[in-house]
């Protein structure tokens, strides 16, 4: 299997990252939300593989809160996610904010997935660590499950998905990371209900997966991103790319 079949196949409608976060900006545009006026804030894991898009949004909103734990889950807490409502462009009684939120995976250019090629590296390594690690310890039935303040974030990370198991069952990397996707965007969304107050009633939940391609190649495939406007939802669609968009063969 190729690596455009392996991403059609569990990742479909998945776009380049920058026509992603282009066509995020252009729905959101719309709406009311521009870089002058919007705040953006970033979930994504700690790993230097993520950082081009991490880079292509700052390009985009202009310079982020940075949200990022190990995996892209969300540990900043309602400290944090407060701190980054205080840090918004003014706007006529309300503030504006557009959050990413993302964990990640690699696919080879043969189409395996959870590995990706780092430069200067002879062999491939995984992606994500994070959860390729917490995979390990399901597979061979090991599973440490409490708080080791030596490793925080991967015990809060075990502590937080094992509950979305079922029970017996070993997932594969790709529905393990989308469990991880559906609680980076559950634990988001909570942080907002707990912590936006009236005036901060506009905002835009933007999230998925990014996936690491052959040659540094990064796409993202949405997750029924929305924005809220005036306690308003409305879903942004994202047209499939054109196999010249996906630039892949
Ligand atoms: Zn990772």
Known sequence: MSFSQSLATHFPNALPAELFVRRTYEALWRLGFVKANTFAG???????????????????????????????????????????????PDEEGSTRHVYFALPHIGIMPDGRIGLCNRPGQLKPSPACGALVAFLNELTTGSIRVNLDMDD??????????IPKLQYGQVPELVALTKIAQTAIREDLERLILLTLGPSHNHYAVLSGIQIHGPQQQTFVWPCEPYAVVDGVRHPITLPSPSPVELGID
């Open 152 to 161: 925080i974030e991967l015990s809060l990370l075990k502590q937080r998905l």
């Open 42 to 88: 970033i979930g994504l894991c700690r790993d230097e593989l993520t950082r081009p898009l991490a880079e292509e949004i700052e390009k985009t909103w202009g310079e982020a809160f940075n949200f990022s734990g190990l995996a892209g889950m969300l540990y900043l807490g309602k400290a944090g996610f407060t701190a980054s409502l205080h840090h918004a």
